[in-house]
């Protein structure tokens, strides 16, 4: 009789981690913005998912809906955005004061 065929053992592949931690873009320091994912029950009996970007030494706080696919980087990145966002606004409303270019916001 002959030997029966060994079967290879599957190769487990490394998923690698998204990274939850970054840098504030209002302080600047390195590594002190966590982002997390929170469900949250809703009185009427539904679910709602939230993402939240906390700072740990300017205390700012950035909240955001997000869904079951929603990663951390995820969240960081709707956070810069919106940080871009506001910016441009204010230069747009940004009216030059003087002759030195200095804007004044109304």
């Known amino acids: 009789m002959g030997k029966r065929k060994s079967t290879s053992k599957p190769v487990k592949r490394r998923v690698e981690k998204l990274e939850t931690v ?3 873009p209002f302080c600047n320091y390195g590594r002190n913005v966590q ?4 469900k949250v029950k809703l009185a009427s009996g539904g679910e709602k998912w939230i993402g939240t ?3 740990y030494i300017c205390h700012e706080v950035f909240h955001t809906q997000a869904t079951a696919l929603t990663e951390p980087i995820d969240i960081y990145s ?3 955005d919106e940080c871009e966002r506001v ?7 940004c009216e030059p004061a003087n002759k030195r270019n200095r804007c004044e916001v109304y």
């Open 22 to 24: 970054f840098s504030c």
């Open 35 to 38: 982002c997390r994912i929170y």
């Open 78 to 80: 709707e956070w810069i």
């Open 87 to 93: 910016n441009n606004e204010l230069l747009d409303k």
């Open 53 to 55: 970007a906390d700072c």
